[in-house]
């Protein structure tokens, strides 16, 4: 399957500022990072169940929200970006 | 067709911060407001047309970025948040 995730760190707290580098390095193991609190890349049920668990380790769950989307086949979605373009190596969609 | 709008405006500036209630406000006209920078809902392709240059008429290019994801079958897709929770009323996904 392929996955969109996004996360809001809620930064307004020195805790909150220290979450935001955690789960960017968290989410970069599991997934591409297409821009700052965007990533995307396919993923097994499996990964996506240790990717969440180790997401709710992380984030303050009345502060900070992550929304995933799920896309069960890939050649159903494609991506359009207006401005700053992404990192030029990537190739994924 | 289904969308999925992300954006990320560069407030670091005066007029940075002055385009962030113009985008919020203008994509609020075209999707529903899933949580701070995200958006979703059904769109026709003319009306993506409209809401991709309203867009580029409100951001900086070189210092913010919006990406859109187009999901052709609604069926396909699916969301998942973990933390705060969307707006109670939502039943979009």
């Known amino acids: 399957m392929y996955i ?3 996360y809001d ?3 307004e707290t020195k805790q909150g500022r220290s979450r935001l580098p955690k789960i960017m390095k968290k989410c970069r193991e ?3 990072h297409t821009q700052k609190s965007v990533f995307e890349g396919e993923i097994s049920e499996a990964k996506l169940l240790a990717l ?3 997401v709710e380790n992380i984030i303050n769950k009345k ?3 992550v929304v995933i989307y799920i896309i069960e086949n890939i050649n159903n979605i494609y991506r359009e970006n207006i401005g700053i373009d992404f ?3 990537d190739n994924i969609l």
Chains 1, 2 share one sequence.
């Open 4 to 6: 969109i995730l996004v």
């Open 9 to 11: 760190i809620y930064t």
């Open 30 to 32: 599991y997934l591409h």
């Open 52 to 54: 969440k668990k180790d």
């Open 63 to 65: 502060e900070d929200y």
């Open 87 to 89: 990192d030029p190596t």
